[in-house]
């Protein structure tokens, strides 16, 4: 089986599909996971959603939450995350559904009930942003989780591969791998295959 891992896609919808059929990828043989910021910034976080809603319920794939999704969610309950959020690059999102509040609720609701904040195997640890060097998982913060961003060994003895800090090129720290290629800000949509490290672009 071939893990296939993405990261801060952002709404660029027609660069996820791209991605996945760059990889030939089949949910009969791989694994997908998604390393959360579906949302925010591209020109349709809406499309986004629902595909990888359908990823989840219909292939299995693994959802990871990021800190623009947490937002999302927790705007339903706070003040303060609605601000938080506005300055993250809300409006693409709340614009993307054209006024249909009652589809936001749904996928507000949705999200709650299916994002994780991590994934583990047997050799990786996936996750949004990154994780607190030498802090068993089950001891991690939500926010480090979805919001940290360091280059330190993190010394859990499994690779942990995430998103949320824009690199060029797919970057290998000490025993982490970051696989946000900036695909909001004009860069690439990357994926990960793993184990055998083979990347694909679009």
């Known amino acids: 089986m071939r893990y296939l891992v993405v990261s801060d896609i952002h709404g660029e919808i027609d660069k996820l599909e791209s991605v996945l059929d760059e990889a030939y990828y089949d949910s009969d043989k791989d694994q997908l996971i998604l390393l959360g910021d579906y949302i925010d910034r591209g020109p349709d976080p809406k499309a986004v959603i629902d595909k990888v809603k359908e990823l ?8 990871i939450k990021g800190n623009h999704e947490d937002m999302f969610i927790r705007s339903q309950y706070e003040a303060e995350a609605i601000e938080l959020w506005k300055m993250n690059g809300a409006s693409s999102t709340l614009n993307s559904y054209q006024g249909k509040k009652e589809e936001l609720k749904e996928d507000q609701q949705w999200m709650e009930e299916n994002l994780e904040l991590y994934h ?13 060097p030498e802090t068993p998982i089950e001891e991690q913060e939500q926010d480090t989780m979805l919001w940290t961003r360091h280059t330190d060994r993190i010394g859990l003895g ?5 998103g949320h ?4 090129d ?6 982490q791998i970051d696989i946000d290629t900036g695909a909001a800000y004009g860069g690439k949509l990357t994926l990960l295959e793993l184990p055998t490290h083979e990347v694909y672009t679009v």
């Open 158 to 162: 499994k690779t942990v591969v995430h």
């Open 165 to 168: 800090t824009p690199v060029k």
């Open 120 to 132: 583990e195997t047997d050799d990786y640890l996936f996750v949004h942003a990154g994780l607190e």
């Open 56 to 63: 989840v319920e219909n292939d299995g794939a693994v959802a």
């Open 170 to 175: 797919i970057t290998y720290y000490e025993d």
